[in-house]
């Protein structure tokens, strides 16, 4: 996947993921940053139980990074001490 696919794939996911956790994004720039690392974090994590990461630019790959992304958001919450959860 490319760079480009990857920045969308994150920044659809780090709405999405937002938008659960809190109700309200981040910002496009962390919404982006957050949801790529979240697609990271949830490629290693369904690869740890067995099941495929990311695999392209498909649904399946949006449904791994907005999991990722919102892990990842919880831990982003918990260590800058956000009550919004």
């Known amino acids: 996947m490319s760079v480009i696919g990857w920045i969308v794939l994150g920044l659809v996911a ?9 109700s309200s ?6 919404d982006i940053v957050l949801g790529v690392v979240g697609a990271v974090v949830g490629g ?24 990722g992304s919102i892990v990842v958001l919880w831990l982003y ?9």
């Open 14 to 22: 780090g709405f999405i993921g937002s938008k659960i956790v809190n």
């Open 25 to 30: 994004g981040q910002g496009l720039l962390m």
């Open 44 to 67: 290693l994590i369904f690869s740890f139980f067995g099941a495929s990461g990311i695999t392209g630019f498909n649904i399946w790959s949006l449904i791994v990074a907005v999991i």
């Open 77 to 85: 919450h918990r260590i800058t001490g956000s009550r919004t959860l």
